[in-house]
């Protein structure tokens, strides 16, 4: 059972996935199932009006046995005990199974190292997962082992007291080198597959607030940290494309700036230049503040340094 305050009024689905953690979809199938209740009242349509401050319940079936396949595919694990683990993702790797993806997932990894020991909240397909990176950024990720962790976890999540930090390396140098960049993400009415920052006006879409930091300048480009407010999809990659400052080697968001086509060629890097560095957070069954660092992996290290040796020159 999940239950709390609705922070922020809207759509009932929204709503209850902004406060819960869960998935859009995931919430309108427990409404079609009537296992939501708004003040002590079945909910029975999902884009029903919300306001803040109204009770809400979900009743969540038992997990049903998982049908993705465990996997022994190592894991770079930065901290565990019995409630959660931290883990470092490599680039490259998808979180969960999905259309194209069945297998060879964070998920398939973790099913393996937890012995099937994973919180259900999520349903069969992303057992354990509180939040997600892209196929392509590497980084740090905290994973659920129990239904209370993750729920204490998701809490966190919903009321933006998660320290996120990334270091990307953006083309050109932002100017002001350090601030920040708020506006609505949501999908792009040009292309349906990508992201966009919407109008302040817009009803579609979501808040998001991304602060930035120069940390190094480079040639025709800068090594940033991005501190999150908010963590909506694509946010750090749309909020730098948004100012022209797009992440090399993204191949939605931005093109790679003609200088350094040769360089990025000869690394054949072809992700965007995004890692999860830092993630801070309150365990949610001890109390415990935990925060954990992550370096650049091997490939942005060494773009690193490609474009500081070309600065020298």
């Known amino acids: 059972m999940l239950s709390g305050v609705i ?8 709503a209850l ?6 998935s859009r979809e995931r919430v309108k199938g ?26 809400y319940s979900l009743a969540l079936p038992p997990p049903e046995p998982l049908e993705t396949v465990a996997q022994d595919i190592p894991l770079d694990v930065v901290f565990e005990d019995a409630h959660l683990l931290v883990v470092n993702k490599p680039a490259g790797m998808v979180v969960h199974p999905a259309a194209g993806n069945p297998d060879g997932t964070l998920v398939n990894a973790l099913l393996h190292h ?40 998701a809490k966190q999540f919903a009321d933006h007291s998660i320290t996120r930090r990334y270091l990307a390396v953006c083309a050109g140098h932002p100017n002001p080198p350090s601030g920040t960049v708020s506006g609505r993400i949501g999908r792009s ?3 349906r597959k990508k992201m966009a920052v919407l109008p302040d006006d817009s009803i579609r879409g979501k808040h998001a607030v991304t602060h930035y930091e120069t940390v ?12 999150l407010e908010t963590g909506r999809t694509h946010q750090v990659r749309v909020h730098c494309a948004s100012i022209g400052h797009a992440l090399l080697g993204d191949p939605v968001y931005g093109r790679t700036p003609k200088p350094l086509r040769a ?14 560095a830092r993630l ?24 690193m340094r490609e474009l500081i040796d070309e600065t020298a020159r």
């Not at 003040?39 to 919300?50: H, L, M, Y």
């Not at 360089?263 to 999860?276: G, N, P, Y």
């Open 216 to 227: 190094r300048r480079l040639n025709h480009a800068a090594l940033i940290e991005c501190r």
């Open 263 to 276: 360089t990025l060629e000869s690394l054949d890097f072809q992700r965007q230049a995004l890692h999860a």
């Open 189 to 191: 009415d040009r292309d």
């Open 17 to 22: 996935a902004d406060a819960t953690g869960l």
């Open 114 to 153: 937890c012995a099937g020991q994973l919180s259900g909240i999520n349903g069969v397909a992303r057992p354990g997962i509180v939040h997600r990176i892209d196929k392509d950024t590497s980084g740090l990720l905290v994973v659920a082992k129990s239904d209370a962790a993750h729920e204490g976890l």
């Open 30 to 55: 427990l409404i079609a199932d009537g296992a939501v209740e708004i003040g002590g009242k079945t909910a029975r349509s999902a884009s029903a009006k919300i306001a803040a401050g109204d009770d």
């Open 280 to 303: 801070g957070f309150i365990h949610p069954i001890s109390g415990e503040s935990l925060d954990f660092c992550a370096e650049l992996p091997p490939d942005m290290s060494e773009l």
């Open 7 to 14: 922070g922020s009024p809207g759509r009932l689905d929204k």
